[in-house]
């Protein structure tokens, strides 16, 4: 298999170079910031702001319902089509599905606060922090909707600029507030709320004035029909995706104590600050498999993904060894010479980076060719046989070695769907819808 370099001349081709230096400048002050806080919180509080990071994903996939995926996907394929009225619907019904989850949660957290306060940030009797971990999960939320508009527009300028622009905001913000988790989360809730607010207003006020001045209760209760049982599977997805690594690093803490958790989270942190320079082109690739299908246009589809995965395999194998040949000196530069005790978990940990590129390659092609919710059931599988793994495991070695498997056999199951499902019986145009 040859791999086709005319596809840098087009659109995606261009989306994705943009998207690229864009990800990797947003990586670097990613880096910044996690030295700022490992130094800044100490081992400890280091170790419960990962928990607090981790689960703070979570909880904002569940508020968003799958609409970080269905509404590029719907949006493009409706653009594809000329279809403005059904691509306003899709819009406003998903904002719609947010809003309504987003306050169920709210209230459901409220309600079950003493269930749930150790779970979510680590440690006991503690009403401010939780409440603000809960505030920062509705920002990541409400980001997420906003990029996700970006993608289904196709206007990855935006989308790379805004991500950008928060993460600034989140990273100046570490200079002038370092030693208070509380007082960060409520800065990087309130500096985020207030960016996707004023650019939704700006970018999306048009389209939400056009749908309600002409209601069209039909288009939107179609909007419904196609969003709620698409978004509702790749929502179990999702929370089954963050929960991958949020639960490690829960099962860490109750079993081996904040401390060594600490020393493990480093080895997923330092694969996390990894993995999104990965993500970014499936971002880019849900948009565009979504418009191709639309016009049926199967070729490019397969031709771009094939050749995206001999690049992702060479690529993430380079940045594993690179990680594992410089292991002490990338610990004291991300981190301080305090977290060095984590290097035997980070040599195990590190070579999930390749499962999860390859992973993080398909999720998006999978979701735009097919209703069925392959990624879903890929992550539950691995998922459940993580925590059996996790369960049978005596030490935090074994924890990083089941994590590492557990990774490959998501990665295993993705590539199969792919090529079993999309190559053998998506070809055919009419087995598609």
């Known amino acids: 298999m040859s791999i086709d370099f005319t596809i840098?001349?087009?659109?995606?081709?261009?989306?994705?170079?943009?998207?690229?230096?864009?990800?990797?400048?947003?990586?670097?002050?990613?880096?910044?910031?996690?030295?700022?806080?490992?130094?800044?919180?100490?081992?400890?509080?280091?170790?419960?702001?990962?928990?607090?990071?981790?689960?703070?994903?979570?909880?904002?996939?569940?508020?968003?319902?799958?609409?970080?995926?269905?509404?590029?996907?719907?949006?493009?394929?409706?653009?594809?089509?000329?279809?403005?009225?059904?691509?306003?619907?899709?819009?406003?019904?998903?904002?719609?599905?947010?809003?309504?989850?987003?306050?169920?949660?709210?209230?459901?957290?409220?309600?079950?606060?003493?269930?749930?306060?150790?779970?979510?940030?680590?440690?006991?009797?503690?009403?401010?922090?939780?409440?603000?971990?809960?505030?920062?999960?509705?920002?990541?939320?409400?980001?997420?909707?906003?990029?996700?508009?970006?993608?289904?527009?196709?206007?990855?300028?935006?989308?790379?600029?805004?991500?950008?622009?928060?993460?600034?905001?989140?990273?100046?913000?570490?200079?002038?507030?370092?030693?208070?988790?509380?007082?960060?989360?409520?800065?990087?809730?309130?500096?985020?709320?207030?960016?996707?607010?004023?650019?939704?207003?700006?970018?999306?006020?048009?389209?939400?004035?056009?749908?309600?001045?002409?209601?069209?209760?039909?288009?939107?209760?179609?909007?419904?029909?196609?969003?709620?049982?698409?978004?509702?599977?790749?929502?179990?997805?999702?929370?089954?995706?963050?929960?991958?690594y949020a639960f490690p690093l829960i099962f860490s803490n109750s079993k081996y104590g904040i401390r060594d958790t600490a020393f493990f989270s480093v080895g997923i942190m330092i694969s996390n600050m990894i993995t999104p320079f990965f993500s970014f082109l499936g971002m880019v690739l849900l948009p565009y498999v979504s418009e191709n299908i639309a016009t049926e246009n199967h070729f490019k589809i397969k031709k771009a993904v094939n050749n995206l995965l001999i690049v992702y395999t060479f690529i993430s194998i380079f940045v594993c060894l690179f990680v594992f040949i410089y292991m002490d000196f990338l610990i004291k530069l991300l981190f301080n010479s305090d977290y060095l005790a984590s290097a035997v978990m980070i040599k195990v940990i590190i070579w999930s980076v390749l499962p999860q590129a390859l992973y993080l390659l398909l999720r998006n092609p999978l979701d735009a060719v097919s209703k069925i919710p392959f990624n879903t059931i890929n992550l539950g599988i691995s998922f459940l046989l993580m925590i059996l793994m996790f369960y049978k495991s005596t030490s935090i070695i074994e924890l990083s070695y089941s994590f590492l498997i557990s990774n490959f056999i998501l990665a295993i199951l993705s590539v199969l769907s792919w090529y079993l499902f999309y190559h053998r019986v998506m070809s055919n145009k009419n087995a598609i819808q």
């Open 8 to 244: 840098i001349k087009s659109k995606i081709g261009k989306d994705v170079i943009v998207t690229f230096f864009s990800q990797l400048m947003i990586m670097l002050t990613f880096f910044v910031v996690n030295k700022i806080l490992s130094n800044s919180l100490g081992v400890e509080g280091y170790g419960q702001y990962s928990i607090i990071k981790k689960n703070s994903a979570v909880i904002a996939m569940v508020m968003l319902g799958g609409m970080g995926i269905a509404l590029p996907r719907f949006l493009a394929f409706y653009r594809a089509k000329n279809e403005v009225a059904r691509a306003n619907a899709i819009l406003v019904g998903s904002f719609l599905i947010v809003l309504v989850l987003s306050l169920f949660i709210f209230i459901l957290f409220i309600v079950f606060y003493r269930e749930s306060e150790m779970i979510i940030i680590g440690v006991k009797q503690n009403n401010e922090l939780f409440y603000a971990t809960i505030l920062y999960s509705f920002s990541i939320c409400a980001s997420s909707f906003l990029f996700s508009f970006y993608r289904g527009q196709g206007n990855f300028i935006k989308y790379n600029l805004s991500q950008i622009f928060i993460q600034i905001l989140i990273l100046l913000s570490c200079f002038f507030e370092q030693k208070h988790l509380f007082s960060l989360l409520i800065i990087w809730s309130i500096s985020t709320l207030l960016f996707t607010f004023i650019a939704l207003i700006k970018d999306a006020r048009y389209i939400f004035s056009d749908f309600f001045n002409n209601v069209k209760k039909n288009q939107l209760r179609l909007s419904f029909k196609e969003l709620v049982p698409y978004g509702f599977t790749r929502t179990i997805g999702d929370f089954v995706l963050f929960s991958f």
